[in-house]
């Protein structure tokens, strides 16, 4: 797997405090644009998004600029369906119901190493990155986060995958007494999602401990949850107790539920729409126009994974 | 009857409680908008709430009438009106959030019309709600005469595009809009029940029908 040096401009991550509030910042922005020529995206191992004072952040500048999602939205605004199905479900229920500890992530499948581990023994031991990505939803909205965690590569690496392990996949606790949603069958539950190999191994994908310099919020899939920017929100599994290696592709709860609507791919791309909305513009969140969607959600380094597949068809 | 006096009293303040009643979803939509209650994403918010009201006024204003007849409230008659009203405008506001969401762009707004069967059912309801709102006036009620509740019927087919547009258009919880498929169905199986039942009968005129509700 080849890993271009990234061609986006990226973001820088600065300590809590410095997170300027979407008011103040329109206020400041002027002074603080001048310091938005930011490095690129720590689309490498090493954890090159580090804070350098109050600088802005910004993943990109000019008219597709790209800005901290305020963390009141990000905490706010939730796609989590255990516990609810509207968006402002989560925020209210999920803090209350939901147990981060004692937590336990089972590693099996085809591996020699499996492993049940206890949340601290799990990220324990690999590297603590900071990542700013955006998070693109399939329903057409998005978010720009700053998130902290592991890389899932990593996770993987200690596992000793074996040489049929084709694919990951990854499952959330299924507790309908923690997670009343699932009480209700909107989806299979519980909530599966799945990676092709070279897919979780790339440099981009996160396991996710937090944002924001604080341990992950219970809406946001405490204690520990996938991000991978590249693709649609659904495919980023929240509040994940398993992690299997299968030699075929994993039943994932969105495809189960509507095949022809939610591909396993799920990559974001403009030119394949939504059977029932377009997908070529998204909202970002605390904006009004509708801003173009970006192919691999301006993640350009991860379209190798995907040569020569026809993404009108592995959507 | 000893519910005469209220009766009375009830026909006075029936279309002003209902214009209240009616009204309630906008006045908490304006009071969720200087509250900051309108949450992260307010126009996705604001179009949900809109649309929800439109169905629930239709769904209101399709019950006036079997109540009217279960109960022998004529006086809630006048109550269909408002309650129309409201849907309309509700339905109006719901457009409009979707047009500042689309950027007031004709090319995505016909795109969608035209390519997504959950907008087309939609605007489609839209257009067929509008002659409604605008023959709404007693004036031309009496100008259309046998005409004017043939072009009310509309209103059946408005509602059930309405309805069909929510379902088609979540993602997987089909909770609220097969709730709203119920109630529809419900209140037009006790419309084709009396008209099946009334055909052969004879009709009451509906210019008495409707001096007997307005009254």
């Given at each position: 797997m080849l890993i271009k040096k990234p061609e986006i401009p990226s973001s820088e991550i600065t300590p809590e405090a410095a997170y300027l509030s979407r008011r103040q910042f329109f206020g400041a922005s002027a002074a603080a644009l001048a310091g938005a020529a930011v490095p690129a995206l720590a689309a490498c191992d090493t954890n090159e998004g580090v804070a350098k004072g109050a600088a802005l952040d910004t993943?990109?500048?000019?008219?597709q600029r790209d800005e901290l999602t305020p963390l009141a939205d990000v905490t706010s605004y939730n796609n989590f369906y255990e516990y609810g199905?509207?968006?402002?479900d989560p925020a209210r229920t999920a803090p209350g119901l939901l147990k981060t500890r004692p937590w336990t992530v089972v590693v099996d499948g085809l591996c020699d190493r499996p492993g049940r581990y206890g949340f601290d023994e799990f990220v324990r031991g690999t590297r603590q990155v900071d990542r700013t990505y955006r998070l693109r939803c399939v329903e057409a909205w998005s978010m720009v986060i700053p998130w902290s965690g592991i890389p899932l590569r990593d996770v993987i690496a200690r596992a000793?995958?074996?040489?049929?392990?084709?694919f990951v996949e990854l499952t959330t606790l299924l507790d309908p007494q923690q997670m009343p949603g699932q009480r209700r069958s909107v989806l299979a539950w519980p909530y599966v999602e799945g990676l092709r190999m070279d897919e979780a191994m790339h440099p981009l994908a996160l396991l996710a401990t937090g944002l924001y310099g604080r341990p992950m919020p219970a809406q946001n899939g405490a204690p520990i949850r996938l991000v991978v920017p590249w693709k649609y929100g659904f495919k980023s599994i929240k509040s994940i107790v398993r992690i299997r290696f299968t030699d075929t592709q994993p039943r994932t709860s969105w495809n189960l539920s509507a095949p022809r609507e939610y591909g396993?791919?799920?990559?974001?791309?403009?030119?394949?729409?939504?059977p029932r909305w377009t997908q070529a513009r998204e909202r970002r969140i605390g904006e009004w126009r509708r801003r173009p969607t970006l192919m691999f959600n301006g993640y350009p380094e991860v379209a190798s994974l995907y040569s020569g597949m026809d993404l009108r068809r592995n959507y | 009857m000893a519910g005469a006096s209220w009766q009375g009293a009830a026909a006075r303040w029936v279309r002003p409680a209902a214009w209240v009643a009616g009204l309630v979803p906008l006045i908490l939509l304006v009071a969720g908008a200087f509250t900051g209650g309108l949450g992260a994403d307010p126009i996705e918010y604001v179009t949900l709430r809109t649309g929800f009201a439109t169905l629930l006024m239709l769904m209101v204003t399709l019950a006036v009438s079997p109540v009217r007849k279960w109960t022998g409230w004529n006086w809630l008659a006048s109550t269909r009106r408002t309650f129309g009203l409201c849907a309309f405008l509700y339905v109006c506001l719901h457009l409009l959030t979707y047009l500042v969401d689309q950027g007031f762009s004709l090319g995505y707004i016909w795109e969608d019309v035209a390519e997504r069967p959950y907008v087309t059912a939609g605007f489609t309801a839209f257009l067929l709600l509008l002659p409604l709102a605008l023959t709404s006036t007693k004036a031309s009620i009496r100008r259309l005469g046998k005409r004017w509740q043939k072009l009310h019927r509309l209103v059946y087919l408005a509602a059930g595009l309405g309805v069909l547009h929510f379902i088609w258009l979540v993602?997987?919880?089909?909770r609220d809009p097969l709730i709203f498929a119920a109630v529809f169905g419900v209140l037009m199986a006790l419309r084709v029940r009396g008209w099946l039942a009334g055909r052969g009968k004879k009709v009451r005129p509906p210019a008495a029908r409707r001096a007997a509700m307005e009254s």
């Open positions: 993943l990109d500048a000019g008219p199905t509207d968006k402002e000793r995958p074996r040489a049929g392990a084709r396993f791919y799920a990559n974001v791309n403009p030119q394949v729409d939504h | 993602k997987s919880d089909l």
